[in-house]
């Protein structure tokens, strides 16, 4: 029988796919549900750490698939659908972001900015600049 110490066990099921699917899913609904528990108006943010994957010997820094590149230790990149990576040497974190839109609203989002500003928005009919972005604040 195998013996594995507990990183590697984590490792394994982080590695898993339909594990992955499933915790990603389950964080996009609990910060759907935090956000409309705490207010109607505001945006919730996910937050996931991870242990980084071993960089080869001649890079410094974690492994970042949709890039497939390594970014190096205390920097952080904007990836995919507004998701934000930070490599530690120690952890690396996963941060995204989710909004609550209302009726008569419309989700508004910009990806060409990096995160948190490629975060949606809410963007209501009768309602100005001015007053939207203090509803989102």
Do not use: W
Request: hydrophobic share 30%; glycine share 6%; charged share 25%.
């Amino acid at each position: 029988m195998e013996h594995l110490k507990n990183s590697d066990r984590f490792e394994r099921l982080l590695n898993n796919k339909m594990f992955s699917t499933i915790f990603i899913i389950t964080l996009i609904v609990g910060t759907t549900t935090a956000g409309v528990a705490i207010s109607r108006r505001s945006a919730g943010t996910s937050v996931v750490y991870v242990p980084p994957k071993s960089a080869p010997a001649d890079k410094d820094g974690c492994y970042i698939k949709e890039l497939n590149d390594y970014i190096p230790f205390g920097h952080n990149v904007t990836i995919g659908n507004c998701m934000q990576v930070t490599c530690e040497e120690t952890l690396m974190e996963f941060a995204t972001c989710g909004v609550f839109v209302r009726p008569n609203c419309v989700e508004v989002q910009d990806l060409s900015k990096p995160y948190p500003e490629c975060c949606p928005t809410e963007k209501c009919e009768g309602v100005d600049d001015d007053t939207e972005a203090s509803h989102n604040s």
